[in-house]
Every structure is written in structure tokens, then in C-alpha cells.
């Protein structure tokens, strides 16, 4: 099968054998997949990766020892745990100290013609769900995670830093709860996105005097969480959803002076994301910049990489 793969710091396409699906796992022909921000990051050396990149699809199962998975359009949850942990025996698969990650850590990701994931990371698509509305459910998810985490109130001012792909689902999400939401970005294309939604949003750099009971840094780099200490009220919450190689320089003494909150926010439900898309309550179309073929690659990761795009997909089959 084609496959990209990232080796020795360069991707190429090539021609990889199928995987074969083990006990419990299917074989999952991949339709379309998406190129995330964390996978331009493992270009710059995040986590050490080496395999097949992405995260991001939608596919039909083709191969399964139960039958009833055969023939079905699914996503899949990209944490796959030990199965006999504490956090996995707790349904925490994600925080497994041993697990995989699919296309990020010890396990081949989707930028391929086939994939293998355990049954239980599927999930079945609705038919309402178009294939390049499913992509979108891993980063969906993620921000819907938010709600797990916090209890907002109708009071609450949030401010969403970043107007890229992950950054603009947030802002959504947060908007459809009722509070005060705002964006922080730098590209007026994006932002106006949000702004037909009925979302506020400001540019960056135009100084802006407020503070906001909760920050969301979704900027991608470095520079997020010292901006994010910036523009959080005392006693507010910083959520950090941002991953990227390298290490922040920032003096931390705002967070004890402040008594900030900081919580790290990864990934969600995904019934929960399925439920919303199929639902309507989130417009993801907008976020589509190009879609590509795997021969394509290098046209397709120029496109991502061009601040002023969103999604890039992968249209790997029909």
C-alpha cells in the first residue's frame, strides 16, 4: 500500500505492506484524513516519531473477526492503551503510561491506504456525516474536552487564543454554552469565520486592556502560554491545549502570584463530537482549505503550512 512515512527527519511516500489487523483490532481502509498542526510538529522533531504520520480520518472497516464491523464508515480514538493499568482498568486509556498513540507515538498513523485499530477506539459515522465532516472528529472532541474539565458560568468572560483550525472549533463549542466568548488571532480570513457566528474577535497586537476569568491557548507555539498569563484575571483558569517541539522560556512567578489555574486539556469524547456534527451545531466546511491525493503529499503539507490556511485533507479512497 502507499504509505507516507517520516524517517531519519524526511517524509516519502512508499510502498509499505498492508498491516495486518491482530486479535480484537480491524483493518480499516482509510477515505480521507487530515493534516494536524501536531503532525507539522513531529516534522520539527516532536516526540521523536518515526512511521507513518496522522491522526485525523475516516474509513470503512474490511477486515474484523467480528463480522458486524465489516462494511462500517468509522473514525478512531488514537490513544491505545495496555489494557491492564490502573488508568486503563479506570477507562483512562489515554493517560496509560505504556500506550500508543495512532500516527504520533509506536504506532502507524492513517497518511496511508490502510490502518489497524482496536474495535474498541471505533466509532460508527452517521450517515448525516459527510466523509470531510468525519475528519474532523478527533480535533472536534478535543475541544469539547474543555466542557469535561471546567464548569463555566453565564458570567464568564473566556478568550480563545489562536485562530487556526483547533482554535476556531473551540471557539464554537464555547459560544454554543452562552458565555461571553472571544477570539484572539492574526489572520482577518479566520477570524471572520467566527465573526459570521456571532463570535468577537480581536487582532493581535491591537492591545487589548481586559482580562478574562478564562484563557484557551490554542496558538500552536511557544509564545501562547506567556500571552495567556497575560490576559487571565486573578484566580482565573489557563487552559493549554497547544503541543509543539522545543521548550518555553517564560518566568512562571505570575502563576503563584496570580494563583492561575492551569490545566492541560488533550483529547475528548467522540460519541459526543459524532452527536454535534450529525446535529449540525458546528460548522466545519468553512475550515477546509484543499484536499489532496497521497501523490500530492508535498503540495498538500506547503498548503498546511501557509499560516493563512486551515484544513488540508487527504483524499486517500473512495
Not at 227 to 252: Q, R, V
Request: with cysteine.
Amino acid at each position: 500500500m502507499k504509505a507516507l512515512v517520516f524517517s531519519k527527519k524526511r517524509i516519502k511516500l512508499k510502498k509499505i505492506p498492508i498491516p495486518k489487523p491482530k486479535r480484537n483490532e480491524a483493518l480499516i481502509k482509510v477515505i480521507k484524513a487530515g493534516i494536524c498542526n501536531t503532525d507539522l510538529e513531529i516534522l520539527k522533531g516532536y516526540m521523536n516519531f518515526e512511521g507513518v504520520l496522522g491522526h485525523e480520518f475516516v474509513g470503512i472497516v474490511v477486515e474484523s473477526e467480528e463480522k458486524k464491523w465489516i462494511g462500517k464508515r468509522v473514525v478512531g480514538e488514537i490513544n491505545i492503551g495496555c489494557g491492564i493499568c490502573d488508568y486503563c482498568l479506570k477507562d483512562k486509556i489515554n493517560h496509560c503510561p505504556s500506550r500508543k498513540v495512532l500516527g504520533i507515538l509506536n504506532k502507524n498513523g492513517v497518511f496511508s491506504e490502510y490502518v489497524t485499530l482496536p474495535l474498541s477506539n471505533l466509532h460508527v459515522v452517521p450517515d448525516k456525516i459527510s466523509d470531510r465532516a468525519a475528519v474532523f472528529t478527533e480535533p472536534l472532541a478535543a475541544a469539547l474536552r474543555i466542557l469535561e474539565q471546567i464548569k463555566l458560568s453565564r458570567k464568564d468572560k473566556v478568550l480563545i487564543l489562536g485562530d487556526g483550525k483547533l482554535g476556531l472549533l473551540i471557539a464554537q463549542v464555547i459560544k454554543r454554552t452562552g458565555v461571553n466568548v472571544y477570539c484572539i488571532g492574526k489572520h482577518k480570513k479566520k477570524l471572520k469565520i467566527l465573526e459570521e457566528k456571532g463570535i468577537k474577535t480581536l487582532l493581535a497586537g491591537e492591545g487589548i486592556a481586559k482580562k478574562f476569568d478564562i484563557v484557551i491557548e490554542a496558538t500552536g507555539n511557544r509564545e501562547g502560554f506567556e500571552m495567556g498569563l497575560n490576559y487571565t484575571k486573578p484566580e482565573g483558569k489557563i487552559i493549554l491545549k497547544s503541543t509543539y517541539s522545543g521548550n518555553i522560556n517564560t518566568d512562571i512567578s505570575a502563576v503563584v502570584i496570580n494563583e492561575f489555574h492551569i490545566i492541560g486539556s488533550r483529547c475528548g469524547p467522540f460519541d459526543k463530537a459524532l452527536k454535534w456534527l450529525e446535529k449540525d451545531l458546528i460548522d466545519v466546511e468553512s475550515l477546509i482549505d484543499g484536499e489532496y491525493s497521497l501523490d500530492e503529499w508535498k503540495k498538500a503539507f506547503s498548503e498546511a503550512r501557509k499560516s493563512e490556511n486551515l484544513k488540508i485533507l487527504f483524499a486517500i479512497s473512495q
